[in-house]
C-alpha cells in the first residue's frame, strides 16, 4: 500500500477556513464545564480562574497524530496573544498520565499550563476524539468547539475577534 501524501492528508484533515461571522451571538453561548485539575507542576488549575481571559483549551494525547500537528500552533498563540489576555490550557487524556506527558513538555517546549484529563471531564466536554480545541470567551463561555486539527489562520482569527470582545 502506497503511504498518504502529508499535505494531502492534512488538507484532510484540517478544516476549511474558519469564517469570522460564524461565531455564534454571546446570548447563545453555553457556560463551559469548570474543572479543577493539578498541572505539570503540582499547581491546580481551575477554569472559572481564568474567567476575563479568552481561553484555548485543548483535548490531546501524546500519541494522537492531529495534536502533534496543532500544539506547535497553540504554542505560538500562546507566547503571540498572552499579553492580550489569551490563557492555554492543554488537557491530556494519556492513560499514563504525566510520566509521559512531562517528557512530551519538554520536547515540544509546551509553556502553558497541561492538566491530566479524565472520564468525567470527558463527558463534559463531549470528547469522542482528539484533538478538540475549544475556544472560551472571557465570559466563561463556549465560543467554538472544534473536533479534529483546526485551520491554523482561522483560529487564529477566531482567537482576535474574541480578544476584542468586551466581557
Not at 494525547?61 to 502533534?68: D, L, R, V
Request: glycine content about 8%; charged content about 25%.
Amino acid at each position: 500500500m502506497k503511504p498518504i501524501d502529508r499535505r494531502l492528508f492534512l488538507s484532510l484533515c484540517i478544516a476549511p477556513r474558519l469564517a469570522l461571522d460564524t461565531l455564534p451571538p454571546k446570548a447563545q453561548r453555553k457556560i463551559a464545564p469548570d474543572f479543577t485539575l493539578t498541572d505539570a507542576t503540582g499547581q491546580s488549575v481551575t477554569l472559572s480562574a481564568y474567567k476575563g481571559k479568552v481561553v484555548l483549551l485543548d483535548f490531546w494525547a501524546t500519541w494522537c497524530g492531529g495534536c502533534k500537528v496543532e500544539i506547535p500552533w497553540y504554542v505560538e498563540f500562546d507566547r503571540k496573544y498572552r499579553s492580550r489576555g489569551l490563557a492555554v490550557i492543554g488537557v491530556s487524556m494519556d492513560d499514563q498520565g504525566m510520566k509521559v506527558v512531562k517528557p512530551f513538555l519538554v520536547q515540544k517546549n509546551i509553556g502553558y499550563a497541561v492538566v491530566i484529563g479524565n472520564e468525567v471531564l470527558a463527558k463534559k466536554y463531549n470528547l469522542e476524539s482528539m484533538p478538540l480545541t475549544l475556544l472560551i470567551d472571557r465570559n466563561g463561555r463556549i465560543a467554538v468547539s472544534h473536533a479534529g486539527v483546526v485551520n491554523k489562520d482561522g483560529f487564529e482569527s477566531y482567537i482576535k475577534t474574541l480578544l476584542l470582545e468586551q466581557s
